[in-house]
């Protein structure tokens, strides 16, 4: 197809691609200026002049047409994306907004981040809260015998009975100790042992019970009669 500059009237085939691509808008290869190539689309090669350069033409030498072009329509386009290229090799593609979009992203990231951590840290204190309040702290060691009697069972035989008091000397609640029981002749060899957990020695007991700081505590428990060999008791909290 062929379509004419309406500016310097030169004649250029192009096909319908071209044309859509450019809405119409064609820029001459010849003179540069932007012309409505739709306008003079046609199957047929157009006259090189209008009619009112035909009417001036009997004072004036007979032109030659104007050779068909074939690769010098420009369409904006097409001019637009060799500007960008040629832009593209003197320097650096700028878009605005990139670096702004770039610092949302990292302050974005930075907050997660953060959140993430206190999440975290949160985590872990409810996991260890009890033992930042002290609440499972243990220290067998703080707690001491006060004074313990030893004697034969009023109505059970075989049996002795033990009354006993203990006290946490610890500065914080601890749980009830696990009491072990020694007993050894005169030469301080092991006649028979025994451990009691808090249930045995502790009337009324419950899991959820603490020892209370700088507080005495009565207990007593039961165990079977060593006999004579054993002379000594020794008492240890576990």
């Known amino acids: 197809m062929f379509t004419q500059c309406e500016h310097c ?20 290869g010849e003179c540069h200026q932007v012309f409505n190539g739709s306008k003079t689309l046609s199957t047929n090669m157009p006259e090189p002049y209008s009619d009112k350069s035909l009417e001036s033409a009997e004072n004036q030498e007979p032109k030659k047409p104007e050779a068909i072009r074939h690769t010098d329509i420009i369409t904006d386009n097409n001019k637009k994306d060799s500007t960008n290229k040629a832009s593209e090799k003197e320097k650096p593609r700028v878009i605005k907004g990139i670096e ?13 981040a953060v959140l993430l951590s206190l999440l975290l840290i949160t985590q872990v ?22 004074n313990h009697n030893v004697f034969t069972h009023p109505i059970e035989k075989g049996v002795l009975l033990i009354s006993a008091s203990m006290e946490n000397e610890a500065d914080f609640d601890q ?31 419950i899991e959820s019970m603490l020892l209370k700081k700088n507080l005495v505590t009565n207990l007593k428990l039961k165990i079977k009669d060593p006999g004579s060999k054993a002379t000594r008791f020794q008492f240890n909290f576990l």
């Open 125 to 146: 204190l409810y996991h260890y809260k009890d033992e930042i309040l002290g609440v499972n702290r243990y220290e067998p060691d703080k707690i001491h015998m006060v």
């Open 100 to 112: 702004k979009d770039s610092d949302g992203v990292r302050l974005r990231l930075k907050t997660t």
């Open 9 to 28: 009237k030169a004649i250029f085939e192009i096909n319908m691609r071209e044309v859509t691509i450019a809405k119409g808008m064609l820029r001459c």
């Open 175 to 205: 749980k009830y100790p696990i009491l072990e029981v020694r007993l050894t002749d005169s030469q301080s060899k092991l006649v028979a042992l025994r451990r009691f957990m808090p249930n045995e020695y502790l009337e009324n007991y």
